[in-house]
């Protein structure tokens, strides 16, 4: 089991209507991937994945760090989401 803090930052955040949330996850390992968290959340919330569809990228920080889908999360990470500020990125 891993567990995160998320934020949800701009429009997204109104769409889930939550800025934070500790997500845990279950994993055979000590870690997961962000694409894993993504995922997660797209399966246990129908609003991010509707989100998701509506948008071309999103930002993701790992410790106000930028990170891509193939970056590892552990147990205590901050994760930020964040949608483009403005059409285009």
Partial sequence: MVKV?????????DVLGLHT????ISSDNAVITVGELIKFLCLT???FKTFMGSVPLLHVFIDDKEASASDTLKEGDKVT???PLYEGG
């Fill in 5 to 13: 803090r998320v934020t949800y930052i701009g429009s997204l955040a």
């Fill in 21 to 24: 949330e500790v997500i845990e």
């Fill in 45 to 47: 919330r129908p609003s």
């Fill in 81 to 83: 989401l964040m949608p």
